[in-house]
């Protein structure tokens, strides 16, 4: 199985802040890569596909990158609304795995 | 929009077999990858398996043995059984669309349901 290793695993950060969330996977995946938010109770909910495409409705603010086994996903400006845990996950294999989480807090 | 509503017995007894439907709701069956995940805090979210319409199934060698997802393409619904379970089978479960664009060979997660609380105890 393709392991996704993210860091950090808790970010304490601000409104405004400008935050790097990094996913690193254990081969080589190419663009396979997707990037989720989830809010507690909540089901998680797709924000950027293919590394760096930015699902409809997501903000702008929201940006992903990255090829191969390192990727990132940066939001530009914090705000309220972007608090939770965000998941990378691969699909360039199955069984299709997540990263283990990063806890975006205030 | 495509919207997903689960359903299903929370609360099992080790070797029982778990039981779980979704209804989808703004789309037909045809055209993507019906897909059951599952969350815990032990192993985090874990892909159990997907099925299509043409019935093309793929599971998770993990639970291969145990696992069987069904498609009702007359209701529009897709359904998840899990056999035998066991306490490390407590999780919530989320149903969820996996839609794969043709044209740029970009696989996604972009609808799910709400999640059930699925609890193993004796």
């Known amino acids: 199985d393709i392991q996704l290793t993210q860091s950090p695993s808790s970010l304490p950060a601000s409104v405004g802040d400008r935050v790097t969330l990094t996913c690193q996977a254990s081969q080589d995946i190419n663009s396979h890569l997707n990037w989720y938010q989830q809010k507690p109770g909540q089901a998680p909910a797709l924000l950027i596909y293919?590394?760096?495409v930015l699902e409809t409705g997501v903000p702008s603010r929201f940006t992903g990158g990255g090829s191969g086994t390192f990727f990132t996903l940066t939001i530009a400006s914090l705000q309220v609304e972007d608090f939770g845990t965000y998941f990378c996950?691969?699909?360039?294999?199955?069984?299709?795995?997540f990263g283990r989480g990063t806890d975006l807090k205030i | 929009q495509v919207r997903l509503h689960q359903w299903g017995t929370g609360l099992l007894k080790p070797s029982e077999t778990l039981s779980l439907t979704c209804g989808v709701y703004?789309?037909?069956?045809?055209?993507?990858?019906w897909t059951w995940i599952r969350q815990s805090p032990e192993k985090g979210l874990e892909w159990i398996g997907e099925s299509n319409e043409s019935g093309n199934r793929k599971y998770n060698p993990s639970l291969k043995t145990r696992v069987t997802i069904s498609l009702d393409t007359s209701s529009d619904q897709f359904s998840l059984r899990l056999y035998s379970v066991t306490g490390a089978d407590t999780a919530v479960y989320f149903c969820a669309r996996g839609f794969y664009d043709f044209g740029t060979g970009e696989f996604y997660f972009d609808s799910w349901g709400q999640g059930t609380l699925v609890t193993v105890a004796a």
């Open positions: 293919g590394a760096s």
């Open positions: 996950q691969q699909f360039h294999d199955v069984p299709y795995t």
């Open positions: 703004g789309s037909s069956l045809r055209g993507s990858y």
